[in-house]
């Protein structure tokens, strides 16, 4: 097993297959990964290109380092099955919180800072077009958030014509303490699921859903704890969701080998999901420190799963 590790930034040089020129065509080295960036596009962005962070073609995985808005408005259009986006919350406001039972500060950082509510808005409006922009006509979208910001993700996707499927309200077992004692305790986030738009026909694993519900139909309140020990041994992100909920996520709307995109990705907790389960990922985010988390885990899941396969085919040959 070889994974390859980009050690110098590159610019992203990806063609079309097949792109027309008055001078020449052409084509794309093959590449399991239909999600690419035209040249075209690039000549602009001189001052910031962003780069390919982890190629690992023989795993269908790919992480780029950049603004997942300008990244996503030069991708190939209509070439991802599935979305699941974590954005800022934007909750950094100097506050305080509860974590492993000490007083922390709420502050996440730059990319946490509320913008005002028109501007996180707008915000929101901007990155959920982009990625309606990629989905597949059929194609779905998550998204995560608490109360802080969900309700703009719902309104925006309205505006943009998605049709909204469901939500989900994710039930955290082990939620913090309320430090302030004004407030009840925050133990819930909300998860929406959406499809590209009206004429979309989605894919539901329904009968899969019902067999991990014990035979009966799997309801929208999911009891799911946050992330474990395990998960966070290479380090962690503040916002990090545990690999059961992705997991749940990606097995209930995507199929195997179905491309799945994370434009918010953090520590790849969606990519570590995907991995496991048979599926492509393309994960995008500014900030080195997570990507540098990414990479870790990402080749910690590979080599799983590919312990599993020996271990399966051990046991097939006796």
């Known amino acids: 097993m070889k994974t390859i590790l980009q050690k110098t930034k590159k610019e992203v040089r990806l063609q079309p297959k097949k792109v027309r020129s008055k001078r020449r065509t052409y084509a794309l080295p093959e590449n399991p990964i239909e999600f690419y960036i035209s040249e075209e596009t690039l000549k602009y962005r001189n001052n910031k290109p962003f780069t390919i962070y982890y190629d690992n073609q023989e795993h269908a995985i790919r992480l780029l380092k950049g603004d997942c808005i300008e990244v996503l408005n030069q991708a190939r259009e209509n070439s991802v099955d599935m979305i699941f986006a974590d954005p800022p919350y934007f909750l950094s406001n ?7 039972g000490k007083m922390v500060s709420v502050n996440k950082g730059k990319w946490d800072k509320s913008m005002g509510v028109q501007g ?19 194609g779905t979208i998550w998204v995560s958030g608490t109360t802080h910001i969900i309700y703009s ?5 309205q505006e943009l014509g998605y049709k909204i499927l469901n939500d989900i309200v994710w039930y955290k077992r082990n939620a913090p303490p309320n430090l302030s ?14 499809a590209k738009n009206e004429k979309s026909r989605h894919h539901f ?10 035979g009966k139909q799997m309801r929208n309140v999911w009891e799911i704890s ?10 962690k992100h503040p916002t990090q969701k545990p690999v059961e909920l992705l997991t749940r996520l990606i097995l209930a709307s995507s199929k195997e080998n179905d ?3 994370d434009p ?12 496991l389960n048979n599926r492509k990922y393309v994960g995008i985010d500014l900030e080195e420190e997570y990507l540098q988390l990414s990479v870790k885990r990402l080749e910690e899941a590979i080599g799983k799963k590919e312990s599993d396969l020996f271990q399966e085919s051990k046991v097939s040959n006796l």
């Open 94 to 100: 100097g506050g305080i919180t509860c974590h492993a």
């Open 120 to 138: 996180n808005h707008e915000f929101n409006l901007k990155w959920l077009r982009a990625c309606q922009r990629v989905l597949k006509p059929n």
């Open 153 to 157: 993700v719902g309104f925006a996707m």
């Open 181 to 194: 004692c004004r407030y009840f305790t925050h133990s819930t986030e909300i998860v929406l699921w959406a």
């Open 205 to 214: 694993n329904y009968q899969l859903m019902k067999e991990i519900n014990q």
């Open 226 to 235: 946050a992330p474990q020990t395990a998960e966070k041994k290479y380090g």
């Open 259 to 261: 491309l799945i995109l």
């Open 264 to 275: 918010f990705c953090g520590s790849s907790t969606t990519g570590v999901a995907a991995v």
